[in-house]
């Protein structure tokens, strides 16, 4: 690069050189040409200033050459400056990110914690508010259940049958597991639906030949969530006033 760049400065040179002294070249042909000697009986030598040698050109190119040097030396660090503090900007702003990235998770999952305790303690006050009064509920819609019992759990590790049961109402020829929410969403129902299943399935492997019903119970219900428990046999309980109501489903309660 710097060898052509010393060409050209050379070439420029020449001609600025040779457009300061065109007079001076042109006043010493006419000169010869008046003595009689032509272009092609001799040889024209170019003449030079007197102010001017060659040596002194050569070091004004070489100093140019020694500038451009030092001009394109300042670019690099300049470039190689800017460059790294691009980087260090760039490091401190992911910095920042990411630590602003694990406080906003922090308060996540602090916030999910705390609606999660808060969540269950409702659940737990619902069932609480429930629990005492079913069987009196259930006696009004022609089903006794002499026996209540909350927080059941199965673990049949032999057969790989796990559940838990809110609320469990049994007498002798049948028993009703009511599953308590906060608020009740499709999830829920599914879910409960498969318990009865697996209370259908250990029963069998035990000799327990009763039926099985179901009921879902929460402080909120949406509309579709109650069709949804109500076509899959399910019944439903909810706030009503100071007490609640127990909606059974159309037709026959399913049994497992």
């Known amino acids: 690069m710097l060898w052509l760049l010393s060409l050209c400065q050379h070439w420029a040179f020449f001609h600025i050189y040779l457009f300061k002294n065109i007079e001076k070249l042109y006043s010493i042909y006419e000169k010869q040409v008046s003595l009689g000697v032509s272009m092609g009986d001799a040889q024209l030598q170019p003449t030079y200033p007197k102010n001017i040698s060659f040596e002194q050109v050569w070091a004004s190119l070489d100093r140019l050459t020694e500038s451009q040097k030092e001009t394109d030396r300042q670019i690099k660090e300049s470039q190689q400056e800017t460059a790294r503090q691009i980087k260090e900007s760039q490091l401190e702003t992911d910095r920042q990110i990411k630590e602003s990235q694990l406080e906003t998770d ?3 999952k602090d916030i999910n914690k705390r ?14 508010m429930v629990a005492p009064n079913l069987r009196e509920k259930f006696r009004e ?27 469990m ?10 599953e308590v929410k906060t608020k009740l969403i499709s999830d829920h129902v599914n879910a409960h639906i498969e318990r ?3 209370m259908r399935k250990y029963a069998d492997l035990h000799g ?3 039926s099985f019903l179901g009921a879902v119970a929460g402080v909120v219900i949406p ?5 949804l428990a109500l076509s899959n046999g399910l019944f439903v309980i909810e706030p009503s006033g100071e007490t609640f109501r127990i909606t059974p489903p159309s037709g026959n309660p399913k049994e497992w």
């Not at 819609?141 to 609320?167: H, Q």
């Open 208 to 210: 327990d030949k009763r």
């Open 223 to 227: 509309d579709n969530i109650r069709k």
């Open 169 to 178: 109402l049994e007498n002798g020829d049948k028993a009703l597991l009511v």
């Open 115 to 128: 609606f999660g305790e808060y969540s269950n303690r409702l659940g737990e006050i619902a069932e609480y």
């Open 106 to 108: 922090r308060q996540i």
């Open 141 to 167: 819609l022609g089903f006794n259940f002499p026996k209540a019992n909350r927080n059941s759990d199965v673990s049949d590790y032999d057969n790989n049958i796990f559940m838990e049961i809110d609320v």
């Open 196 to 198: 009865l299943e697996k």
